[in-house]
């Protein structure tokens, strides 16, 4: 069965990482003590602080896995040989909104970065999507419940 790929930046990869150390060595243990001190209590069909560990060890456990598996399907993007020709995951792209004629600046990453309040849009959300293969000059026409908008790219770095 092939597995979906983890499209990463470095950036993001190291955060994953990290985040994946932090559970493993320090959370796994804090969650061991909580479970420790919630056994010494005594009776464990009646421990409310107990039941409480033991979710939250399941929680964590399923987010480590959950994180090993994205690591070892990771694809990472090479943004030193990102040109400024065409878009791409990792491109961050200046465009005009031509509705509200305004300028806007998007970071394109893969989903597990995406952030938009960041400036972070996923190369699978409507507009990372239209942006992707896309030249400078050029205008994408993205759909939304009030009908089509559209961008011109006026930047690719």
Request: zero cysteines; charged letters at 35%; aromatic letters at 4%.
């Amino acid at each position: 069965m092939n597995e979906k790929k983890t499209m990463l930046t470095y950036e993001g990869l190291k955060k994953l990482e990290e985040e994946l150390h932090d559970l493993k060595v320090d959370r796994r243990r804090e969650v061991a003590q909580l479970i420790k001190e919630a056994r010494s209590q005594g009776d464990l069909s009646e421990n409310a602080e107990y039941d409480a560990a033991k979710e939250e060890q399941a929680a964590l456990e399923a987010r480590i896995v959950q994180l090993e598996k994205m690591l070892r399907n990771a694809e990472v993007i090479d943004e030193d040989s990102l040109g400024g020709e065409v878009v791409s995951i990792g491109s961050t792209v200046k465009v005009f909104d031509m509705e509200y004629e305004e300028q806007l600046e998007y970071r394109i990453v893969g989903s597990t970065e995406a952030d938009p309040l960041s400036g972070k849009i996923s190369n699978e959300s409507p507009l990372g999507l239209a942006l992707i293969g896309r030249s400078l000059d050029e205008v994408v026409s993205v759909e939304a419940p009030d009908g089509a908008i559209e961008y011109r790219i006026l930047e690719i770095a």
